[in-house]
């Protein structure tokens, strides 16, 4: 079973993304800051991070230079609400860029894409 | 009758004995009848010896022509003889002489020896005997009174009268002192008494005698008594002479000696005399000075030769120059000797005295020092050369009049203004050089200039004539010249020619004339824009007769696209009937440039004239090397062509085109660059061109050119206020798209926090509905109300991200696509909505288009956009048609609709940012699509106007690299 860490600040989205993923199949992990991921994912191992950018202390784009520091294997993807960082070239560095959105069918195939077990719909 | 004859000898011997005329009393037998004493003691003979003796015994018949028995009344020249036979001749008068009343044999002859004279040294001789007596009576410069013995006057000559002033016959027979001279002095009266008693010999007296008229003279008197041969006194003489004149006389020349001397002795200049051997006889105290002659003196006598350096030989010289210059040398320049071995120069004045023969006796010399004379004498002679040569090359007439007005002196200034010599002009006056016909005037002028009471210059123009009859201006001042100026008396009068000065003047009035002219046309020209009328004004100008008057002119301008010199413009009569009719009607209808100017403005020329028919049959290729106006015109250079054809100068083709072959051609130049031609001739009148009408023309070429450039600018001016203007309205436009866009920021920034702010929570909501339906059955009842939430989740979703796109300022990132298969993929994307819109799509595009460099999704998104937009136009139902098209590198997408159409105020606003007519939607839709196709140099416009429903136009370069090129070159250009 994969296991994901999910880093966001939002206390409610890091429920219904637990929620979601764990109703998809994966075990999930959740952060509410880049310190503590980091953290974690020194003990931990994880398959996939998805990574919110706009955070209090480090920010998203910050601690995927970190993730991928530890582990330049690891699949991260960016679920943010700014499209902004699009733009960011240590973005570039993620796997995806997923806006953040109420319908979740878009980070949830990205998510699988990642993982290699991509069941693309259409 | 004896005693009457014894009384008769009596009385004839009483008559011959008492006469004093020499003569004889004949018979009329030529008988001596008697002699009287003067006849007998003039014969030296007695009475008794020539009584009873023929006449011809005194008169011989031999020594005698005439017939002397019997005597006959008359003159007769006769000569006689004394008792020693000299002869005497003589000259007779014969008249008969009668003693009483005798009878007719008594008649006697009386002959007279009136005049004779005798042998010389015979004492005989009457003339001298009357010439004594009238020189003792009449010319003797003493006064003579004699007396006799009783004192009685019996002679008192003319000199005693003019002496005492007392008539002589008031005084012959009177006795001295008491009836005459009776206030002499009683010396002379006691003297003279006294020599008529004992024999006085010249007693001397003086005494002062004052005459009838008051007047004392001094007298000397000498009175002595007159002795007879018998020792008896017979009477008394006194000569008196008047001694008062030479007593002032002495005195006169005592003083005057008296005044030489002391000239002589004070005058600077030495002065001495010579004797004719050159001895020195008199020195003056300057000469004894010079001379040293204290000491010369000391050692002999001194000569000429000491005093000269010249010696001896030099005095010589001297002496022969003055016999040769009739006594007199003047200016002598040499050295005198002064002694001690010193010389000064000298210059000598020399003159012969005279004795009293008149012949010369000794030479006065006076000498003047040079050494000291020298430096003033040359100072004047320089001041006199310098007068003489200020005057004689003083450009002005110098004139010097004498007082008859006639010429003295007439120098080099007068010849050359007058060219007149001074030899003809010489005693001459100025009558001459008065014009003809203002002879009277003109004298009383010429007077009038001189007679200045107060002598001062006085200033006067006046017109006088040369030799050659030309006229001069000359002022002229005259002078009174007085005596004292070097002996020249008469009037100074100096002539200044001002001929040339007046001509200027002339000519700058009419320059003035001409410049107002010009200044007319400028104003007349400034006043106009239009190029046409200004240059029309210019002809004006050229032909009018208060212009430059010529008949005719002509306006040639290049034209570059032919390269022709082509006619463009005319002016003038096409004969001469025609020119005499406008001639006259401009001249009685218009009186200055001006009022010509002005109706020209408002009825402009006639285009349709001969002459303008004639110039615009005029073009001449600008290669055209053998014509000469193409010569004119592209050497800058004018011409005043006269009889061209037959000069040779211009072709016949040329001049018939004209109808003149004598014309004046001066280019047109802007700068430095000839535009065309003006031609100006004068066909009618054939007035002859002269090169100051040819410089005037050149000056209205000028101002033709000037015209023409000026309107150049102009144009050119109205072209820059426009492209400003349109820059002007971009600037704004851009201003107000900046000021648009800073406002957008701002709210762009803010919308974009609330954006990001509100989307976490809408992600959570949205999410968990989604997860809770999932979870309910398929009837529960709660699933229409969460998907409720869903719903609204997602639209508040969507505006965010278009209100989030809208703020991200992403460049399109270009690839070629198919324009066909990107609406196709977009129409396949709303599948669901076109299915439940009940719309219909037609599809238009063109087939096989270019591949579009563009942005796939932004572009797709502007086509959801339209799309959406069309279908919310027709809610209920209508036709979607999309259409495309090419021209040149753009690509044309209209979208249509037949919906409810857009309002004209909409439509300005469509494209503005929350600028919505929709309840629902950001009202950004249609600002974003328009942003994306700026972004893709593109233009989005709307079509509302024809019919009901709407168009949009997408216009898009095709290639990108193509119009960012056009771009570059723009800005460059407006650069």
């Known amino acids: ?122 | 009758m004896v005693t009457l004859i014894k009384d008769k000898e009596t009385l004839l011997r009483l008559v011959l004995q008492t006469s004093s005329e020499a003569l004889v009393l004949l018979d009329p037998a030529g008988t001596i009848l008697g002699a009287s004493l003067k006849l007998t003691e003039l014969l030296n003979t007695d009475w008794q010896h020539l009584a009873g003796k023929p006449f011809t015994h005194v008169a011989p018949t031999e020594l005698n022509a005439a017939r002397l028995c019997p005597p006959l009344p008359g003159k007769r020249r006769l000569t006689v003889v004394d008792s020693a036979g000299s002869r005497i001749h003589s000259l007779w008068e014969f008249m008969p002489w009668s003693a009483g009343t005798g009878s007719a044999d008594e008649t006697l002859t009386a002959a007279y020896m009136k005049h004779w004279y005798g042998g010389p040294e015979s004492g005989r001789d009457s003339f001298l005997d009357e010439a004594v007596h009238e020189f003792l009576t009449d010319s003797l410069p003493l006064g003579v009174m004699v007396t006799d013995r009783s004192g009685k006057v019996v002679l008192y000559n003319n000199c005693q009268e003019r002496i005492t002033g007392i008539p002589a016959d008031q005084v012959l027979g009177s006795t001295l002192f008491s009836g005459y001279a009776s206030h002499a002095p009683d010396e002379i009266k006691r003297k003279f008494w006294q020599a008529l008693k004992e024999p006085v010999d010249m007693s001397l007296h003086e005494f002062d005698y004052t005459d009838r008229q008051g007047v004392t003279r001094r007298f000397r008197g000498r009175i002595s008594s007159l002795i007879g041969p018998d020792g008896v006194i017979h009477g008394a003489v006194q000569t008196l002479e008047d001694v008062s004149r030479p007593a002032q006389l002495q005195q006169e020349i005592d003083r005057t000696r008296g005044f030489l001397t002391r000239l002589l002795e004070t005058t600077p200049n030495p002065i001495f005399t010579t004797d004719m051997r050159g001895r020195l006889t008199f020195s003056n105290k300057a000469a004894d000075e010079m001379l040293s002659l204290h000491e010369q003196t000391a050692q002999g006598p001194v000569t000429a030769g000491d005093i000269f350096l010249g010696g001896e030989r030099e005095a010589g010289q001297i002496i022969q120059y003055l016999a040769e210059r009739q006594g007199s040398v003047e200016n002598y320049e040499t050295y005198i000797n002064c002694g001690n071995n010193t010389e000064v120069p000298a210059s000598l004045a020399m003159s012969y005295l005279y004795d009293q023969d008149g012949n010369p006796e000794g030479v006065i010399s006076i000498v003047q020092i040079l050494a000291r004379e020298r430096k003033l004498e040359s100072e004047i002679q320089r001041n006199e050369h310098y007068l003489a040569t200020f005057i004689q090359n003083s450009p002005d007439a110098v004139i010097v009049l004498d007082e008859q007005a006639r010429v003295k002196t007439w120098n080099q200034g007068a010849a050359n203004m007058f060219s007149r010599t001074r030899e003809e002009m010489v005693g001459q006056t100025l009558d001459g050089l008065v014009p003809p016909e203002e002879q009277a005037i003109d004298t009383s002028r010429l007077g009038r200039v001189e007679f200045n009471s107060d002598g001062k210059l006085k200033h006067y123009t006046t017109e006088l004539v040369n030799a050659r009859g030309e006229r001069l201006v000359v002022e002229a001042t005259s002078t009174e010249l007085s005596e004292r100026f070097n002996g020249v008396s008469g009037r100074l009068i100096i002539f200044r020619d001002v001929t040339l000065r007046n001509r200027l003047e002339e000519i700058l009035k009419e320059n003035l004339a001409e410049l107002s002219r010009i200044n007319e046309i400028s104003e007349a020209l400034l006043t106009s824009k239009d190029l046409d009328e200004t240059l029309g004004i210019i002809l004006i100008g050229v032909t009018a007769s208060q212009g430059l008057g010529f008949n005719r002119a002509f306006l040639l301008l290049i034209d570059h696209e032919d390269q022709v010199l082509a006619g463009k413009l005319a002016i003038g009569p096409s004969d001469a009937s025609e020119a005499g009719r406008i001639w006259n009607e401009i001249h009685s209808r218009y009186n200055t440039l001006r009022e010509l100017f002005e109706a020209y403005k408002q009825s402009g020329l006639d285009r349709d004239s001969h002459v303008n028919r004639v110039v615009r049959n005029l073009r001449f290729p600008l290669n055209d090397r053998d014509n000469p106006l193409i010569t004119a015109l592209l050497e800058k250079k004018s011409l005043n062509i006269v009889n061209g054809v037959s000069m040779g100068v211009l072709s016949p083709e040329l001049a018939e085109q004209l109808s003149s072959d004598t014309l004046a051609v001066v280019p047109i130049v802007c700068e430095y660059r000839s535009v065309g031609l003006l031609l100006a001739d004068n066909m009618i009148n054939r007035r002859p061109i002269d090169e100051e009408a040819v410089s005037k023309l050149r000056m209205f070429a000028n101002l033709a050119s000037q015209t023409i450039e000026r309107s150049r600018l102009y144009h050119s001016l109205e072209e820059k206020i426009q492209a400003l203007n349109t820059t002007y309205r971009e600037l704004k436009e851009s201003r107000d798209k900046l000021v648009r866009a800073e406002r957008l920021s701002a709210l762009g920034q803010l919308a974009a926090h609330v954006a990001h702010e509100i989307r976490n929570p809408l992600v959570s909501i949205g999410g968990f509905a989604r997860n809770l339906v999932r979870e309910l059955a398929e009837d529960d009842p709660a699933r229409e109300k969460i998907d409720v939430i869903i719903e609204e989740t997602d639209r508040l979703e969507r505006y965010l991200n278009d209100t989030l796109t809208y703020m991200r300022h992403n460049n399109p990132v270009f690839r070629p696509e198919d324009p066909n298969r990107l609406v196709h993929d977009t129409f396949k994307m709303m599948d669901a909505e076109l299915e439940e819109s009940r719309v219909k799509i037609v599809d238009q595009l063109m087939p096989d288009p270019p591949e579009v460099e563009l942005d796939a999704d932004q572009i797709r998104q502007v086509l959801l956009n339209l799309f959406r937009n069309a279908l919310e136009a027709m809610p209920g139902g209508g036709t979607l048609t999309v259409r495309s098209a090419l021209e040149g590198n753009a690509f044309i997408l209209s979208v249509a609709d037949t919906g409810v159409g857009i309002g004209e105020q909409e439509r300005d606003k469509l494209f503005a940012a929350f600028f919505t007519t929709k309840t629902t939607g950001s009202g950004l839709g249609l600002t974003i699509c328009s942003q994306i196709i700026r972004n893709h140099r593109g233009v989005i416009s709307v079509d509302s106007e024809h019919g009901p429903g709407t168009v949009f136009h997408i216009t898009l370069p095709v290639n990108q690299a193509a119009i960012r090129e056009a771009e570059h070159e723009e800005i460059a250009d407006r650069r």
């Open chain 1, 1 to 122: 079973m994969k296991k994901l860490l999910i880093v966001d600040d939002e206390k409610n989205l890091r429920m219904l993304y637990k929620t979601e993923f764990e109703v998809e199949g994966y075990l999930v992990d959740t952060a509410p800051d880049a310190q503590k991921a980091l953290g974690m994912f020194e003990h931990e191992r994880y398959d996939l991070v998805i990574l919110d950018i706009k955070m209090p202390g480090m920010d998203g784009v910050e601690a995927l230079g970190k993730f991928l520091g530890r582990d330049n294997k690891i699949p991260v993807i960016i679920n943010s609400a700014y499209d902004s960082y699009k733009d960011n070239f240590m973005s570039w560095a993620a796997d995806s860029y997923v806006i953040k959105s109420a319908d979740l069918t878009e980070l949830k195939q990205k998510v699988k894409e990642a993982l290699g077990e991509s069941i693309f719909e259409f």
